[in-house]
């Protein structure tokens, strides 16, 4: 089983990027898909979570309106559309997903499959 994100990058404050976690080993079709983020000096956060064969769904209120999840189950692949991009979005963001759990709080940090993350960085 493995994750590899990409598509992080520096992007200037009000920017945009869209980040790709590709899947392989597994069939995501029933699993909750999730990114994390981790900003040097913090902990790890969740920033959004779906897992659409059960309506459920997470997003941190930090990235509510500016963040989007979505997956496309044909092709193994999870995506993180960021818009309105502030500095303090500055993290390695890392995907993740797992078979068993919903999008809750009290279990991310028990997902079982992650990725190795991709560097946002956002300055001007």
């Known amino acids: 089983e493995q994750l590899v994100e990409s598509g992080g990058g520096l992007v200037q404050p009000g920017g945009s990027l869209r980040l790709s976690c590709a899947i392989s080993?597994?069939?995501?079709?029933?699993?909750?898909t999730a990114w994390f983020r981790q900003a040097p000096g913090k902990e790890r956060e969740a920033v959004s979570c779906?897992?659409?064969?059960?309506?459920?769904?997470y997003t941190a209120n930090s990235v509510q309106g500016r963040f989007t999840i979505s997956r496309d189950n044909a092709k193994s692949m999870v995506y993180l559309q960021m818009n309105s991009l502030k500095p303090e979005d500055t993290a390695v963001y890392y995907c993740?997903?797992?078979?068993?759990?919903?999008?809750?709080?009290?279990?991310?940090?028990?997902?079982?499959?992650w990725g190795q993350g991709t560097q946002v960085t956002v300055s001007s």
């Open positions: 993740a997903a797992d078979p068993h759990y919903l999008c809750m709080k009290e279990v991310f940090h028990a997902f079982e499959f």
């Open positions: 779906e897992r659409p064969a059960d309506d459920s769904t």
């Open positions: 080993g597994f069939s995501m079709d029933r699993f909750a």
